[in-house]
Structure formats: structure tokens, C-alpha cells
């Protein structure tokens, strides 16, 4: 096997081939493997949880505490828009839900999710979030 290293001095156009057998990336300007980054990607949020909605509640309780920059939420499939104030313009962006933090009954501070409205019986919820400790 040669150890050679060619240097380019054009774009590489593939044809609709693939590369194969690339080594684990080690410079971040080497290139991943799908593999690698199957592994990877799976670590963007620590947590997934799942609520139904009741045609009345308007509040879920995450088991843990997250902030508006490290949550996503789903109603029914589809993408939810957090409130917040713009930093820039002080101005308020209406979405479709808060976070607020929250102690439980265990004395634990998590977050709870409050929707403006509440979600439809038997629609699936889907919170995918990262811990943040405050």
C-alpha cells in the first residue's frame, strides 16, 4: 500500500463513483466515513421523550433541564417554534410553545414545555433535548 500523498490542483469529479475504505477521520479536514458519522450524529441530543396530548393539558414536564437553544419539539410531526425575546431588537417572536424552569416533587429542577394551545387528544408530542445545568 503507498503511503504517497497527492495533492490536488483541480476539483476531483467522481462520476457517481463512490470512495471507499477511507480511515477513520483525524484532521477536521479529513473525510468521514457514512459509518463514522452515523455514529456521531446520533449524539446530538441526550434526551428523547414523548408526551400524548389530552385536547386539554397545555404544560409537559421534561425530566430534565434544557434551555431554548437545545430542544427541539414535534406536535403531530411537525415542527415547533419556540417564543423568545430578540436580543437584537427587543422585540417578541410569537412560536408555539415556552420553556420554563420548574421544580418537581423530587426537589430537581427540570424545564416544562406550555403551549399556547392545547394539544389535540391523542397527538403525539415529541421532546428531543440536551441537559443543561444552570
Do not use: C, W
Not at 101 to 115: A, H, Y
Request: no cysteine; proline share 4%.
Amino acid at each position: 500500500m503507498s503511503t504517497t500523498k497527492t495533492t490536488m490542483i483541480r476539483p476531483l469529479d467522481m462520476s457517481g463513483f463512490r470512495v471507499m475504505n477511507a480511515g477513520a477521520p483525524v484532521a477536521s479536514t479529513d473525510t468521514a466515513t457514512k459509518g463514522y458519522v452515523d455514529q456521531k450524529s446520533g449524539s446530538v441530543f441526550s434526551y428523547g421523550q414523548k408526551f400524548v396530548g389530552d385536547g386539554t393539558t397545555t404544560e409537559f414536564e421534561l425530566a430534565y433541564r434544557t434551555d431554548d437553544f437545545h430542544i427541539f419539539v414535534f406536535v403531530g410531526g411537525i415542527f415547533q417554534h419556540i417564543s423568545f425575546i430578540d436580543e437584537k431588537t427587543g422585540e417578541s417572536v410569537i412560536g408555539n410553545f415556552q420553556l420554563f424552569p420548574n421544580v418537581n416533587g423530587e426537589g430537581k429542577t427540570v424545564s416544562t414545555i406550555q403551549f399556547s394551545e392545547p394539544i389535540p387528544n391523542g397527538t403525539n408530542v415529541v421532546v428531543m433535548y440536551t441537559e443543561v445545568v444552570a
